[in-house]
C-alpha cells in the first residue's frame, strides 16, 4: 500500500505570496489531518478533515485554509504569506474503522519564506 | 500552554542498554496516547499507542508505560540499537465532538542518540 505523499517537497516564497500544498492519504484514509513543525514549536495541528468537512480545528489564523476533495486528497493554503510560516508542514491520513486511529504521515513539504 | 511536555531534549545511551523517554501532559481530557519516530528529512513514523484504560502495552522491544494519576508516561527501548537514534514525539488525543482523536497534541520531542 502507497504511503502518504506531500507535493511539492520544497517550495520557497517571498512574503506577501501565497502556498497551495497537496496531500494524497493513504487509500481508503478518510480522515486527513495537517500540522506544522517549527524548532521552537514542535509539531502544532492546524485542522482535519473528513468526507470533505473540516472537523477540527487548531489555533492559527485564517490566513491557513485547506479542503479535501471527495477522493480525499486534500490542499491546503497559506495567504499573504509571513516570515514566521517558514516551516515543515505535515500531513497525516487515518482510517475510521477504528475508535482510536494512528495517524500516518507523509514526508512533508518544507516551505521557506524569504 | 504547552499541554505535553518531553523535558529531555535529548537522550544518548549505548547500543544494548535501555533507553527511556519520558512525557508528561497537563489535560486530563487525554485518554489515548502515542509515540512517533522521526528521521531528518522523513514524516514521523508510528512506533506505539496506549489506551488510558491500561497502563502498559508492549510491542518487540517497545513498551509504553501510563501512570494517569502523575498525567505521565514514558518509552522504554530494550535493548537499543543504533538505528533507534531519531527524535521520539509523544502525542495525545481526546475524544470529543466530532471525533477529535483526530487532533494529536504533540510534546516537543527528544532526540535519542544511541552510540555503539
Known amino acids: 500500500k502507497a504511503g502518504v505523499t506531500q507535493t511539492p517537497r520544497y517550495l520557497i516564497k517571498t512574503r506577501g505570496q501565497q502556498v497551495t500544498l497537496s496531500c494524497s492519504p493513504i487509500s481508503g484514509h478518510r480522515s486527513v489531518s495537517w500540522y506544522q513543525q517549527t524548532p521552537g514549536q514542535g509539531l502544532q495541528f492546524l485542522f482535519e478533515y473528513f468526507s470533505e468537512t473540516q472537523r477540527n480545528k487548531g489555533n492559527f489564523p485564517g490566513r491557513f485554509s485547506g479542503r479535501q476533495f471527495s477522493n480525499s486528497r486534500s490542499e491546503m493554503n497559506v495567504s499573504t504569506l509571513e516570515l514566521g510560516d517558514s516551516a515543515l508542514y505535515l500531513c497525516?491520513?487515518?482510517?475510521?474503522?477504528?475508535?482510536?486511529?494512528?495517524?500516518?504521515f507523509g514526508p512533508g513539504t518544507r516551505l521557506t519564506v524569504l | 500552554d504547552q499541554q505535553v511536555k518531553q523535558n529531555s531534549p535529548s537522550l544518548s545511551v549505548q547500543e544494548g542498554r535501555i533507553s527511556i523517554l519520558n512525557c508528561d501532559y497537563t489535560?486530563?481530557?487525554?485518554?489515548?496516547f502515542l509515540w512517533y519516530k522521526k528521521y531528518p528529512a522523513e514524516g514521523p513514523t508510528f512506533l506505539i499507542s496506549?489506551?488510558?484504560?491500561?497502563d502498559k502495552n508492549e510491542d518487540g522491544r517497545f513498551t509504553v508505560f501510563l501512570n494517569k494519576s502523575a498525567k505521565h508516561l514514558s518509552l522504554h527501548i530494550v535493548p537499543s540499537q543504533p538505528g533507534d537514534s531519531a527524535v521520539y514525539f509523544c502525542?495525545?488525543?481526546?475524544?470529543?465532538?466530532?471525533?477529535?482523536?483526530?487532533?494529536?497534541?504533540f510534546g516537543k520531542g527528544t532526540l535519542l542518540t544511541v552510540n555503539p
Open positions: 497525516a491520513s487515518s482510517s475510521t474503522s477504528a475508535l482510536y486511529n494512528e495517524q500516518f
Open positions: 489535560n486530563s481530557m487525554f485518554d489515548y
Open positions: 496506549i489506551s488510558s484504560i491500561k
Open positions: 502525542a495525545a488525543s481526546a475524544m470529543g465532538s466530532g471525533g477529535s482523536n483526530y487532533k494529536l497534541t
